[in-house]
Nanobody
């Protein structure tokens, strides 16, 4: 299985970006896609997830109301639409996957940097928000 992210870049505060994550080689269609981010000197933070099977979603408080996760199951492509970006959103963004679970806050790791049960990771894409 493989995950490939794209869509990062440099944007001014208040702007928008859409990240994409293409999944390939999965043996089953029942998996969760999670989006995580890691800023310099900080722990990796779980910010959103999406269940491919039932469309369930979750958002952390830090992005709720500004970010939207979605999926095109026919293309095995998953998106993170990021609006009203802030300088504190600057980080490397990763998509990750785990089989046979459902999207829920409990699987999104912890503030101490745990990344929960996610076992497949993309290479990451840099998002930089200038003030």
């Amino acid at each position: 299985a493989r995950l490939v992210e794209s869509g990062g870049g440099l944007v001014q505060a208040g702007g928008s970006l859409r990240l994409s994550c293409v999944a390939s080689g999965f043996p089953f269609n029942n998996y969760v896609i999670g989006w995580f981010r890691q800023a310099p000197g900080k722990n990796r933070e779980g910010i959103s997830c999406y269940s491919r099977r039932d469309g369930r979603t979750y958002y952390s408080d830090s992005v709720k109301g500004r970010f939207t996760i979605s999926g095109d199951n026919a293309k095995n492509t998953f998106y993170l639409q990021m609006n009203n970006l802030k300088p504190e959103d600057t980080a490397i963004y990763y998509c990750a996957s785990v089989l046979f679970l459902s999207c829920a806050p409990e699987i999104m790791g912890s503030p101490r940097g745990s990344t929960g049960p996610f076992d497949k990771w993309g290479q990451g894409t840099q998002v930089t928000v200038s003030s």
